[in-house]
C-alpha cells in the first residue's frame, strides 16, 4: 500500500487492492484480487495469473504487464478509463519483463515464472501492457525532448568544427 521503491516477489495470489497507490515499487505476483493497481502513480507490476475485476482503476502512471491467458482481461477485468492496453513490442519492455520474472523466478522458486521463462516467446503474445494514458503522453514529450536537446548538441559540435 503506497509503496514508494523497492522490489516485491510475492509467491501466490495476492488480495484486493493489491500495490493500491503505488508509487514506485516494482512487483510481481501470481494473482490479484478486485481493484489491483488502484490509484498507482509510479512503479511496475507484473501479474502473472489471473485478476479480479476493476485492474487500473484511477491508475495515473507506472506500467502493469498483465498475462491474460484466458483472453477477457480488456473486456472484463480492466477499468479503461484512464489507461491503454497495448501489445508488448518495445525491447525494452521485453528485457524489463523477462528481468522481471528471472528474478521472481530465482527468489520465489515459482513454477509460474519458470514456465513462462522457459517459454519467453510463446507467451509474449498473451502479456498487455497496462500503460496510463498521461503518463503515455508526458513520457512521449518528455523523449521528444530530449531529442531535441540532442539534435541541438549534434548541431553545435557540428558548427564549432567548421
Known sequence: YGATSGEAYVSGVAGERFCVRNSGAHVIVEGVGDHGCEYMTGGRVVVIGPTGRNFAAGMSGGVAYVLDEVGDFGEFRCN????????????RDLAELRQLLEKHANYTHSTVARRILDNFQAYVPRF????????KRV???RLARQQERESADVELVEVSNG
Do not use: A
Open 80 to 91: 479503461l478509463e484512464m489507461v491503454d492496453l497495448e501489445e508488448l513490442v518495445d525491447h
Open 128 to 135: 498487455v501492457k497496462v500503460m496510463p494514458q498521461d503518463y
Open 139 to 141: 513520457m512521449l514529450e
